[in-house]
């Protein structure tokens, strides 16, 4: 009897192994040639590398500036390191020999012109809501590129998730495949600033935190998550922000990489907005605008600006400086006050009152702490702006003296912990 129990759990086990084969198995798309540029039209190119700056292509396809998209960057995660791969036409180390077929498959599907299982850091979860005309249009782009020979480095994964064939099961669990669906009770504007958001611009992959195994919380979407060690803040409306985002300060961060009542691009986000946005039409970032400010269910520009107002007026209210000021006031008015003092009817993007500071409002404080030692370059932010780092200027002590300061008066917010250890983690 046992012999038969255990011959029957050998079969099934083998039966279940066949069926996750058959299932995982993708056959290979045959090579071609790699085409000449000026088989595409113009006019594709150009709607194409519109569409690769809404995706951002070019900042994690790019480690040298001088071989744009040849990929190589490095991007560490809980289960090892991923290196992005070669997007030029480069037969050999890049996509030169893959025909249009092959690369909507990789975009729509996750799966190689070889028929391998791609990693879902290639974030195929939003490129397959694509239509077919922008993936045409990205891959005539992509295409018309410089070929640049360039291996990039192996991945290093963890066994067992090394094993791409394991990634069918992974996406039985967590990927739907399927074009965006127009929603009929929202504006036209609305519809356009959701689908670049969901497909090519893939917004939620820095903004909803992840499971165990990688793939976005459906179950928190838009709630905000760490990375690249940077804080990528909620897009809905949990973000605590004291000023909600309006159309029109949603559309000035994204166009110029600031807002009076945001602050500043930083990090990953100043990427996007200067590197991914550059090109995009205004209409498609008014658009995107009008998705964000829902998604938030932000009030309008007049009633952002009063509550913006009104948190600069009760931080001006509580700050009485005297000769018993604590370490972090006493850092805050000499070395901060004199640029980060807004009144409150007249918010300044380029010198932000700390009152309306998301960094500040954040639940971690990472964001705050990078920005304090590292400063804010002319590359970020906003053209002709910048903040110095205070790295060697003030110890530890003091950098957790000073920003435990603003969290306890700028904000409602319970304390950060730990301030000088993650100060002291987030050094150079």
Same mark, same amino acid.
């Not at 994964?157 to 990927?175: D, M, Q, S, T, V």
């Not at 905000?224 to 000035?252: D, K, M």
């Given at each position: 009897?046992?012999?038969?129990? %255990?011959?029957?759990?050998?079969? %099934? ?35 194409? +590398? ?39 036409? *480069?037969?050999? !180390? ?8 092959? =690369?909507?498959?990789?975009?729509? +599907? ?48 963890? =066994? ?20 965006? +669906? ?23 992959? &820095? ?10 919380? @459906? ?50 986000? @100043? ?21 964000? #400010? ?23 209210? !509580?700050?009485?400086? #005297? ?15 004199? &640029? ?14 700390? @009152? ?21 370059? %002319? ?10 780092? =205070? ?33 002291? *983690?987030?050094?150079?």
């Amino acid at each position: 009897m046992l012999k038969k129990i %255990l011959g029957g759990l050998i079969a %099934l086990g083998a039966l279940v192994l066949a069926i996750f084969l058959f299932i995982a198995w993708e056959s290979s798309i045959d090579p071609i040639s790699p085409p000449a540029p000026d088989s595409f039209s113009q006019e594709q190119i150009t709607r194409g +590398e519109l569409l690769a700056g809404l995706g951002n292509c070019q900042t994690c396809h790019t480690t040298d500036p001088d071989q744009p998209l040849a990929g190589g960057r490095a991007m560490p995660t809980p289960f090892g390191t991923l290196y992005s791969t070669n997007i030029t036409p *480069d037969p050999e !180390t890049g996509i030169g020999q893959w025909s249009e077929e092959a =690369f909507a498959r990789a975009m729509r +599907e996750g799966v190689s012109r070889s028929g391998s299982q791609l990693f879902p850091a290639f974030p195929y979860t939003h490129f397959t809501k694509m239509t077919d005309d922008d993936v045409s249009d990205l891959y005539a782009y992509l295409m018309s590129r410089r070929a640049i020979p360039a291996e990039p480095p192996e991945n290093t994964l963890e =066994f067992p998730f090394n094993i791409r064939l394991l990634l069918a099961g992974w996406k039985l669990l967590f990927f739907e495949e399927g074009r965006y +669906e127009t929603d009929d009770s929202k504006s036209e504007a609305w519809n356009r600033g959701a689908y670049i958001a969901e497909g090519p611009g893939h917004c939620s992959a &820095c903004h909803t935190p992840r499971n165990m195994l990688g793939a976005e919380d @459906a179950g928190n979407a838009w709630e905000g998550a760490i990375v690249n060690n940077w804080y990528a803040p909620p897009l809905n409306a949990s973000n605590h922000t004291p000023a909600s985002w309006a159309e029109a300060e949603a559309y000035q961060y994204l166009r110029h990489g600031g807002s009076p009542l945001h602050g500043v691009a930083v990090g990953s986000m @100043a990427d996007v907005v200067h590197a991914g946005l550059r090109l995009a039409p205004d209409s498609d970032l008014r658009a995107l605008a009008v998705w964000l #400010s829902d998604l938030a269910q932000a009030s309008d520009t007049n009633q952002a600006h009063e509550s913006a107002a009104s948190a600069i007026r009760t931080v001006h209210s !509580t700050q009485n400086p #005297s000769a018993m000021m604590s370490e972090g006031e006493r850092l805050f008015t000499y070395a901060c006050a004199a &640029c980060h003092y807004n009144t409150p009817e007249s918010p300044n993007t380029l010198r932000p009152d700390m @009152a309306l500071n998301s960094a500040i409002s954040a639940p971690t404080p990472v964001n705050l702490i990078r920005i304090t030692l590292n400063g804010v370059s %002319l590359k970020e932010g906003m053209p002709d702006a910048m903040m110095p780092g =205070f790295s060697e200027a003030l110890s530890d002590r003091q950098i957790a003296s000073l920003l435990g300061y603003l969290r306890s008066t700028h904000t409602d917010q319970p304390a950060w912990t730990d301030l000088e250890q993650q100060v002291r *983690d987030q050094r150079p």
